[in-house]
């Protein structure tokens, strides 16, 4: 049986209208208190964009069903690309080249942009 999660655009546009706090996901705050997420709140977690669909105390990687994946990922920087990159993930060289991974007709590449 699959789960029908709800599909999450965000544009320029969107985000320009409607700003956002993206936090990186911790389950503690600094006294030690259990973090409670809740409904359109945004976390960053190992990299990739998360909006929260339904009150949670657990990572996007704990309970996927209260998390949607925007398809949207952090920069990566370093002198090589990451490991497993998304696609359309951007890759920023130590050389100041940026670099995307794009999928066409031949598979999946790093394209200077």
């Known amino acids: 049986?699959?789960?029908?999660r709800?599909?999450?655009s965000l544009t320029a546009d969107t985000i320009a209208k409607?700003?956002?706090t993206t936090a990186q996901y911790t389950s503690k705050n600094a006294n030690g208190s259990i973090i409670t997420y809740n409904r359109g709140d945004n976390v960053t977690s190992q990299g990739r964009f998360?909006?929260?669909l339904k009150t949670t105390t657990l990572s996007p990687l704990q309970d996927k069903s209260n998390w949607a994946f925007t398809?949207?990922?952090e920069t990566f920087k370093g002198s090589v690309p990451p490991i497993k990159p998304l696609e359309n993930q951007l890759w920023m060289a130590d050389t100041g080249v940026?670099?995307?991974?794009?999928?066409?007709i031949s598979g999946f590449q790093w394209v200077q942009i």
């Open 18 to 20: 409607n700003p956002v």
């Open 50 to 52: 998360y909006k929260c």
């Open 98 to 104: 940026l670099y995307i991974w794009y999928k066409d």
């Open 71 to 73: 398809g949207m990922s």
């Open 1 to 4: 049986m699959s789960v029908k």
């Open 6 to 8: 709800p599909e999450i």
